[in-house]
T-cell receptor, first 110, second 115 residues
Framework: GDSVTQMEGPVTLSEEAFLTINCTYTATGYPSLFWYVQYPGEGLQLLLK?????DKGSNKGFEATYRKETTSFHLEKGSVQVSDSAVYFC?????????FGKGTRLSVIA | NAGVMQNPRHLVRRRGQEARLRCSPM?????VYWYRQLPEEGLKFMVY????????ESGMPKERFSAEFPKEGPSILRIQQVVRGDSAAYFCASSETGASGTEAFFGQGTRLTVV
């Protein structure tokens, strides 16, 4: 079945550092890809999405590009802030409801 | 436009009791999804409902768990005879359609603790 694999956390970065969180997927057909963010004690919020190959999703300085050839959707941000500390989930939606990766906890220290 | 509303936010039940978790989708959304999140784990899909119909329940445990989404009122996830292993955060999401690429909006979750 469809699945998502993302890098294990936790990830700890200093403010203004560059962030990459890797995400690869397995799916039949051409799924849509998402990154969701979860702040402590909260539900998930959509961060960005891409619906077809080579699409780039972007929001709040975060970016991810849908790479069909490598089945990847890595999340990047050029300069993280303390307020970016959260858990980030990669997800896909094909012929099934959203399938999530296990999440990557990011801690940004001042 | 209110978001997805889940209640209660926190629920404590003794082993053997029943737990009822409620989810009101966003206005205009007729597709509802339930997920379970264990500590330090991702979200595991449980069930997908569209008004009065269960579309996909492949993630639901075969016993003690049931879900409904009546024509009127919220969606309900019901857990009978709870056990300690049911302790988790349960999230509901809703979407306008069931098509791939449609954004799903999540509630803040119900944190169930079984004592």
């Amino acid at each position: 079945g469809d699945s998502v694999t993302q890098m294990e956390g936790p990830v700890t970065l200093s403010e203004e550092a560059f962030l990459t969180i890797n995400c690869t997927y397995t799916a039949t057909g051409y799924p849509s890809l998402f990154w969701y963010v979860q702040y402590p004690g909260e539900g998930l919020q959509l961060l960005l999405k891409a619906t077809k190959a080579d699409d780039k999703g972007s929001n709040k300085g975060f970016e991810a590009t849908y790479r069909k050839e490598t089945t990847s959707f890595h999340l990047e941000k050029g300069s993280v802030q303390v307020s970016d500390s959260a858990v980030y989930f990669c997800a896909l939606s094909g012929n099934t409801p959203l399938v999530f990766g296990k999440g990557t906890r990011l801690s940004v220290i001042a | 436009n209110a978001g997805v509303m889940q209640n209660p936010r926190h629920l404590v039940r003794r082993r053997g009791q029943e737990a009822r978790l409620r989810c009101s989708p966003m206005k205009g959304h007729s597709h509802v999804y339930w997920y379970r999140q264990l500590p330090e784990e991702g979200l595991k899909f449980m069930v997908y409902l569209q008004k009065e119909n269960i579309i996909d329940e492949s993630g639901m445990p075969k016993e003690r768990f049931s879900a409904e989404f009546p024509k009127e009122g919220p969606s309900i996830l019901r857990i009978q005879q709870v056990v300690r292993g049911d302790s988790a955060a349960y999230f509901c999401a809703s979407s306008e359609t069931g098509a791939s690429g449609t954004e799903a909006f999540f509630g803040q979750g119900t944190r169930l603790t079984v004592v």
